[in-house]
């Protein structure tokens, strides 16, 4: 199977995320820890094809986030990113 088939868009992971975080996750904007770039999450390339959720930076591929559930427990690694900037609920 070629990556271009596996591959989706951040759009894909909208309702996993939004069980974790109570605002909209796909209109929030990640800067990659590893580039420095900054795309919204709705943008970023997802891999759902595996033992969990990978999702990469389209512009150097590093990886942003990982998802993993197993046993009742979720696992969400975000050390690819520098940091994650959504709209404030409350403003």
Known sequence: MLESELKVDGNAIGGLLREFFTVEMTAAE???AG???VHVVGRVDV???APGVV???PSCTNVLMRVV???GRVWLD???M???EFTDPEA
């Open 30 to 32: 990640s800067t990659c």
């Open 35 to 37: 580039c420095g770039k």
């Open 47 to 49: 891999y759902m094809n």
């Open 55 to 57: 999702v990469r930076c």
């Open 69 to 71: 559930r197993g046993g």
């Open 78 to 80: 975000l050390s690819g």
């Open 82 to 84: 520098r940091c994650i």
